[in-house]
């Protein structure tokens, strides 16, 4: 789907699978420019959108003056690595997710963009223990001219069937402060995870694909893509494979394929495929992803679900129409 409003230009940064990148497309922008340090990430967009200028770089690295085209674009985006619960002023500058959220908003600086969207935890909005990280991004966008909303998304409230709470500081230059609305739900009724899988299930002729649909009525937990470093694919922790297992699904691995009829007799807990992940994420079923498949089921588990990137780039140019 192509934008809805034409005319509107974004950086995006920490671009990862493409998420956030691919709603504010939906919504109407056209990216100048996609960051992201890891190659795999860069070849998914490649794959998706070849058209797309990506630069495979460190945030942390990269210069605005070597790439006059994001000076002056309507959006700076950035969908960044999740801050540590447990962050203090005292580990602020040498904690490697906060320097790129505070990279991010350093960008600001040299690009001057009509808006900033910043992604991250929950508790970035108003913890205790991020209140130094949230002085800062105060201090320094309202030096430039920016006043900021902060709030929390759920992406379930977006028709993402997942539990997915977001934590956002949408910045805008002072003359579009007060359009600025955050986003409303666009769904009165979550979407559960047999309703959004149950095609996907019965792809290969699985004859319990009905029954397991019927009974996983929830919406799924939150997607964790893990550590590069270490361990294959899973769902999440014991407690998030706990809430799967209540849903007939193996939370500890991922499958090759979707089940089939060699499945029919029954062999306990199902597993799900990155695909089905990635529809959990609420990406299109055409969105590729490159890599092997622990690879692929990180970038879906890290990236922003592409709905709730949508809503934002909406209720952002709403804001910025003169």
């Known amino acids: 789907m192509r934008g809805l409003v034409s005319g509107l230009r974004f950086v995006d940064v920490c671009a990862g699978a493409g998420g956030l990148a691919l709603g504010l497309e939906q919504a109407g922008f056209d990216p100048v420019l996609l960051l992201d340090r890891k190659a795999v990430a860069c070849e998914t967009l490649g794959l998706n ?36 619960s447990s962050a203090t002023a005292a580990r602020a500058e040498t904690d490697e997710e906060e320097q790129l959220l505070r990279a991010a908003v350093l960008l600001a600086h040299s690009i001057q963009p009509r808006a900033v969207i910043l992604e991250n935890v929950p508790g970035l909005v108003d913890a205790g223990a991020f209140e130094p990280l949230r002085g800062f ?52 009724d979550h979407v559960p995870v047999g309703r959004a899988l149950r095609d996907s299930m019965a792809a290969r002729g699985w004859s319990g694909a009905d029954a397991w649909a019927a009974q996983a009525i929830s919406v799924a ?63 299109p079923t055409e969105w590729r992803f490159a890599g092997l498949k622990t690879a692929r089921y990180r970038q879906i588990g890290h990236a922003s679900p592409p709905p709730v990137g949508k809503a934002l780039g909406l209720a952002i140019a709403a804001a910025l129409r003169d």
Do not use: C
């Open 137 to 188: 991004v105060r201090k320094e966008l309202e030096h430039l001219g920016y006043r900021l909303h902060w709030f929390i998304l759920n992406a379930a409230d977006f028709g993402v069937p997942q539990d997915r709470k977001q934590g956002v500081l949408v910045a805008l230059k002072d003359r579009y402060f007060d359009r600025f609305r955050p986003p409303a739900p666009t769904v009165q």
């Open 221 to 283: 937990p939150t997607l964790v893509g893990g550590s590069d470093n270490r361990g294959g694919a899973d769902l999440g922790p014991t407690g998030t494979k706990a809430a799967w297992a209540r849903m007939g699904v193996n939370g500890g691995t991922l499958a090759n394929q979707v089940p089939g009829p060699e499945d029919d007799a029954g062999q306990g807990l199902i597993k799900l495929t990155d695909a089905q992940a990635a529809l959990l994420q609420g990406f």
């Open 49 to 84: 959108r070849p058209h797309w200028k990506v630069l495979e770089m460190d945030l942390l690295d990269f210069v605005p003056d070597e790439h006059p085209q994001t000076y002056d674009v309507d959006l700076l985006s950035a969908g960044l690595p999740r801050v540590k």
